[in-house]
Nanobody
Framework: QVQLVESGGGLVQTGGSLRLSCAASGRTLSSYRMAWFRQAPGKEREFVVGITRSGGTTYYADSVKGRFTISRDNAKNALYLQMNSLKPEDTAVYYC???????????????????WGQGTQVTVSS
């Protein structure tokens, strides 16, 4: 299994940027398909973006496409989410998640992921 710890959240103004990190221990991230999800108070957990085990394929939610970028650095055993042009509706707790699957089938489904970080709060003020 793998343990995941998110960091990099904070308070920013509309239009600002943040870079979230997800550090892994236990196993290398190269063995896992990874994703970022977010959850705002009173709402269901929402898929943000996923990346395949190889890193060759990414899948973005329409709400963040063009503003957010996922990347993985297997040498550093880390996953990143660069968030630009932030909007108040991006306010949520952001989670990184992992499973042990290939391809993109089910990549946006929270129930497909076995391992989760504790989350990091992102707040975008208007």
């Amino acid at each position: 299994q793998v343990q995941l710890v998110e960091s990099g959240g904070g308070l920013v103004q509309t239009g600002g940027s943040l870079r979230l990190s997800c550090a892994a221990s236990g196993r290398t991230l190269s063995s896992y398909r990874m994703a970022w999800f977010r959850q705002a108070p009173g709402k269901e957990r929402e898929f943000v973006v996923g990346i395949t085990r190889s890193g060759g394929t990414t899948y973005y939610a329409d709400s963040v496409k063009g503003r957010f970028t996922i990347s993985r650095d297997n040498a550093k055993n880390a996953l990143y989410l660069q968030m630009n042009s932030l909007k108040p509706e991006d306010t949520a707790v952001y989670y990184c998640a992992a499973n042990f699957k290939f391809g993109t089938s089910g990549i946006m489904s929270a129930g497909e992921y076995d391992y989760w970080g504790q989350g990091t709060q992102v707040t975008v003020s208007s």
